[in-house]
């Protein structure tokens, strides 16, 4: 998609602050923190969100879902931390390709 930026920033035609990378996703520091570490997990493939994702995006979910332990490791979150997956509009998604946001580091909200 050429109008994307996540798709812009998979392709490298974008500087990030990038944390991780594989042939499935890419990991950067998010530009608006809403914690001490907000990283985004970014599947390299155009998804616009998790309502479209289908059975084929089975593996790909998984692996996003599963990268999270060890990032969050990596980013010294010893005691837990949380993933969102905004949906929709209505879910709070700004932009139209799925990615995760893992967030920790203290002083996140209940709900």
């Known amino acids: 998609m050429e109008d994307c930026i996540f798709c ?12 991780f990378e594989d042939d499935q996703v890419i990991v950067i520091r998010d530009i608006r923190p809403k914690a001490k570490v907000h990283l985004l997990i970014i599947c390299r493939a155009h998804i616009k969100s998790l309502k479209a994702a ?23 979150l010893h005691d ?29 909200p209940g709900f």
Do not use: C, S
Not at 8 to 19: F, L, N, Q, S, Y
């Open 54 to 76: 289908q059975e084929k995006h089975h593996t790909l979910l998984a692996h996003m879902l599963t990268l999270q332990t060890k990032l969050a490791e990596e980013a010294g």
């Open 80 to 108: 837990g931390f949380r993933t969102v997956i905004n949906t929709g509009p209505g879910g709070g998604q700004e932009i139209d390709h799925l990615h995760f946001h893992l967030l920790g580091g203290g002083g996140l």
């Open 8 to 19: 812009k920033i998979v392709a490298g035609k974008m500087p990030t602050d990038k944390v």
